[in-house]
């Protein structure tokens, strides 16, 4: 259920003078704010773990090029893509593990 869901049932349980239900209601908001910044932080991780599985398609693909093109001249660019990419790996790296270690020291 959306947030809208949940006010328009607060506002039915108030109208039928429902204080149970209302108390009930306003409890499940408070924990749907926790629950919503919760799925949002799982999801970054998981959009930081499909970039990070990406980038490691990446330089698996310019290393084979690499390997079978011995003499083009594109091996200089291809090494200095393999450059950036490892940079932006190990960036997001990190941000998976200071993710990680934010998640754990919350549920202590």
């Given at each position: 259920?959306?947030?809208?869901?949940?006010?328009d049932?607060?506002?039915?349980?108030?109208?039928?003078?429902d204080?149970q239900?209302?108390?009930?209601?306003?409890e499940?908001l408070?924990n749907f704010?926790?629950?919503?910044?919760?799925?949002?932080?799982?999801?970054n991780?998981?959009?930081?773990?499909?970039?990070?599985?990406?980038?490691?398609?990446?330089?698996?693909?310019?290393f084979?090029?690499?390997?079978?093109?011995?003499?083009s001249?594109?091996?200089?660019?291809?090494?200095?893509?393999?450059?950036?990419?490892?940079m932006?790996?190990?960036?997001?790296?990190?941000?998976?593990?200071?993710?990680?270690?934010?998640?754990?020291s919350?549920?202590?």
């Amino acid at each position: 259920m959306s947030v809208d869901d949940y006010l328009d049932l607060l506002n039915y349980a108030k109208a039928i003078n429902d204080g149970q239900w209302q108390a009930e209601l306003i409890e499940s908001l408070k924990n749907f704010e926790v629950a919503t910044e919760e799925q949002k932080r799982e999801e970054n991780i998981k959009e930081l773990w499909t970039r990070f599985d990406d980038i490691n398609l990446l330089l698996l693909g310019l290393f084979d090029k690499l390997k079978d093109n011995e003499e083009s001249e594109e091996r200089y660019q291809w090494r200095e893509q393999i450059w950036e990419l490892k940079m932006e790996r190990i960036i997001i790296a990190k941000e998976i593990q200071d993710r990680y270690i934010k998640i754990d020291s919350t549920r202590n």
